[in-house]
């Protein structure tokens, strides 16, 4: 599977129903974006043996029969797929990355405090490089760093 079809099942998994097409831009630039969900469907019938009105089903609830309106909704006995249950766990367990303060030790912030007082940010010391590199953060954090 692709990363796009591994993306739309752990968004259908979560959700229960998505709209996975979609439109871009506007006027006579619009263009309309491929047709997952044919893929997803495809995805979900040959890799995760599901059956269409069995597991899942497909529609179209937009007034016109527009595309962004195509859906593809998990039925229960779906939901309780465990490839389907996996997906919601894993999604649920894996927290989102926090970030964390810069830590720095004194002698390496008054290093950095003495470089910025000076006034010509670039090019910097290599004392300075290196505190850089060995906190792994850009040049723009490390100019705020206080």
Request: aromatic share 6%.
């Amino acid at each position: 599977m692709r990363k796009t079809h591994i993306e739309m099942l752990d968004r259908l998994a979560q959700a229960g129903e998505i709209y996975p097409n979609s439109y871009t831009g506007s006027g006579r630039y619009t263009s309309k974006s491929a047709d997952y969900a044919a893929q997803l469907v495809g995805v979900l019938t040959s890799d995760l043996d599901m059956v269409e009105g069995k597991h899942f089903e497909i529609g179209n609830d937009s007034p016109r029969g527009g595309w962004t309106g195509e859906f593809v909704r998990l039925l229960p006995l779906g939901r309780r797929r465990k490839a389907i249950k996996d997906r919601r766990a894993v999604a649920v367990a894996a927290p989102a990355p926090q970030k964390t303060a810069m830590e720095l030790a004194d002698e390496d912030r008054q290093t950095i405090a003495a470089w910025r007082a000076d006034g010509a940010p670039h090019p910097c010391p290599p004392e300075v490089l290196a505190i850089k590199i060995a906190a792994g953060v850009s040049w723009k954090r490390l100019e705020r760093e206080d």
